[in-house]
């Protein structure tokens, strides 16, 4: 009989952003201080106490700050860790991976590429767990070379550190495109998106459970065929981690620049019976009080259309998990 470990899929974001790495600066912290301070008054802030009890009342965009870090999402499940990109934020994970088997050289970490653009890659060569020897990094990928560009972006001229240096047993899977591989009873699909140079988006599905990660592609201009394809892809999906980087005005001005919106999201979530959308890939020049009035927004949409009740959409952010 399965564990309930094993027939639990947990999430886990630790790069939300597109493009290239944006952190908070003194700025974004004073306005977000303002913001805290001007709901202080009628609250009597005199102990530890009542100061946690403030801070765990605060609205998330408040309490949070969404991250700056650049595209990378941890699944475990059945044992096993699965991430999507390595981007910035796999710098963090890395570390926290160091506290668990691969600090002592016995993890094993599955790492699946949509493309390799710099917010994709460029946090791999400062993943730690792929310089203790006796660790396994797998890479898989659907674009030829994938081995090549990795290389490329340690060669000396770029960083000091070559891929052939790092200590763990790096190991790359060319994936064809559109196939499902299987993991010991883990489903892992492909699917080819609408981006420059292409991407790759990625179902998981296990035990009944489904998580789809599709970042990087732009809807616009399809024929019924391809949105079909899509619509199949998402179909049922508990959640679907979603790029929506452009607003709506945004995506006329920024055609074939290979990104998406949150209204375009949603209408795919509805049609496709979608349980729980994420809205990901943030623009690097949003704000987080952007951020958090697009999901208030979408919210309304899904209200005006009358779409399914049950749909819920939030907005990734940094360090916040949840389990499916």
Not at 2 to 17: E, H, P, S
Not at 113 to 127: L, R
Not at 256 to 284: E, M, Y
Not at 288 to 309: P, Q, S, V
């Amino acid at each position: 009989m399965a564990k309930i470990d094993d027939v639990k899929l947990k999430v886990q974001f630790w790069g939300v952003r597109g493009s290239i790495p944006s952190p908070p600066d003194s700025l974004e912290l004073e306005r977000r201080l303002r913001s805290i301070l001007k709901i202080t008054d009628s609250r009597h802030l005199i102990n530890d106490k009542s100061i946690n009890n403030f801070i765990n009342d605060l609205p998330k965009e408040l309490r949070y700050f969404v991250g700056g870090n650049t595209a990378c999402v941890h699944v475990q499940i059945a044992g096993k860790h699965i991430i999507f990109d390595a981007g910035s934020g796999i710098r963090k994970l890395g570390e926290s991976l160091m506290r668990s088997e691969f600090g002592e050289g016995n993890g094993t970490v599955h790492i699946f590429i949509s493309h390799t653009h710099w917010d994709h890659i460029s946090g791999f060569p400062f993943f730690s767990p792929a310089y203790v020897s006796g660790n396994r990094v797998l890479l898989y990928g659907v674009h030829n070379g994938l081995e090549q560009r990795f290389n490329n972006q340690q060669e000396d001229e770029y960083y000091p550190v070559s891929l052939s240096a790092m200590g763990a047993n790096i190991e790359f899977v060319q994936l064809r495109k559109e196939e499902s591989i299987d993991l010991d009873g883990i489903k892992i699909t492909n699917k080819m998106l609408n981006h420059p140079g292409g991407s790759f988006g990625y179902r998981v599905d296990h035990n009944g459970k489904s998580l789809v990660y599709a970042t990087d592609s732009e809807y616009t201009n399809l024929t019924k065929a391809k949105i079909d394809s899509y619509l199949q892809f998402f179909k049922n999906a508990d959640v679907v981690i979603f790029d929506g980087q452009f607003t709506v005005d945004e995506l006329v001005e920024k055609e074939n620049w290979g990104h998406s919106t949150l209204i375009q999201g949603i209408d795919f979530a509805h049609k496709a019976n979608v349980r729980h959308l994420i809205l990901f890939h943030h623009d690097p020049s949003y704000s987080d009080e952007k951020l958090f009035e697009m999901i208030k927004e979408g919210r309304e949409y899904i209200k005006e259309n009358g779409y399914n009740g049950n749909l819920k959409i939030s907005l990734a952010v940094e360090g916040i998990e949840f389990t499916i």
